[in-house]
């Protein structure tokens, strides 16, 4: 069955960088987009953007762009999301989140777009 | 981009309906058959319920229902039980493939 198993919690200073690991088990890695999703305490979902894991390639929202890297590592099927310039407000749970199917189209396959698993979370608190 | 509005909360007894509305506008909901939605208990992770509008994925129960109509779609939830008592969520695809997510209606049965 799919897994996802996250990285443990993590305390940074602001200005700081934060990496987060994403390892995937239960099916083809490459196969399937992966999203980061974080929330902040008693906040909504905030969607950080997708990699795909075959190709390497990466879509981040206007808000990250230039703060948020996500790359991976195919040889031990795991994702990784570095939030840089840490801020208090980023203090968050951090997750990854699997696409629930491939989406392909004419010569290429997409990002789906409907997160079927989730990873267990990640604390991230920014604190001085 | 434009945020998705939903309700802060929503509640019912057990064993009735509710129906929690998600307004987008042209360029997301209205676009897209890509709307998702997601439950989320307390101090767990969000969880798939809804996706493509209208369909629930393996485990689900089928009284979980998705529709949209314009630039709104709904999660109807029949035949309310305790254990339904969470967070929703609704998402939805834009351009640039990208998703937008809404703040969430707190869903209590009574």
């Known amino acids: 069955q799919v897994h996802l198993e996250q990285s443990g919690a993590a305390v940074n200073k602001p200005g700081a960088s934060v990496k987060v690991s994403c390892k995937s088990s239960?099916?083809?890695?490459?196969?399937?987009?992966m999203h980061w999703v974080r929330q902040a305490p008693g906040q909504g979902l905030e969607w950080l953007g997708w990699?795909?894991?075959?190709?390497?390639?990466?879509n981040y929202p206007q808000k990250f762009q230039g703060r948020v890297t996500m790359t991976r590592d195919t040889s031990i099927s795991t994702v990784y999301m570095e939030l840089n310039s840490l801020r208090p407000d980023d203090t968050a749970i951090y997750y990854c989140?699997?696409?629930?199917?491939?989406?392909?189209?004419?010569?290429?396959?997409?990002?789906?777009?409907?997160?079927?698993?989730w990873g267990q979370g990640t604390l991230v608190t920014v604190s001085s | 981009q434009s945020a998705l509005t939903q309700p802060p909360s929503v509640s019912g007894s057990p064993g009735q309906t509710i129906t929690i509305s998600c307004a987008g506008t042209r360029s997301d909901i209205g676009s897209y058959d890509r709307v998702s939605w997601y439950q989320q208990p307390p101090g767990t992770a969000p969880k798939l319920v809804i996706y493509e509008v209208t369909n629930r994925p393996s485990g689900v129960p089928d009284r979980f229902s998705g529709s949209k109509s314009g630039n709104t779609a709904s999660l109807t939830i029949s035949g309310l039980q305790a254990e339904d008592e969470a967070v929703y969520f609704c998402a939805s695809y834009v351009r640039n493939s990208s998703l937008l997510i809404a703040a969430g209606t707190q869903v209590t049965v009574l």
């Open positions: 239960g099916y083809v890695f490459s196969g399937y987009y």
């Open positions: 989140a699997r696409d629930l199917k491939r989406y392909c189209a004419g010569s290429g396959c997409y990002a789906y777009m409907a997160l079927g698993y």
């Open positions: 990699i795909n894991p075959s190709s390497g390639a990466t």
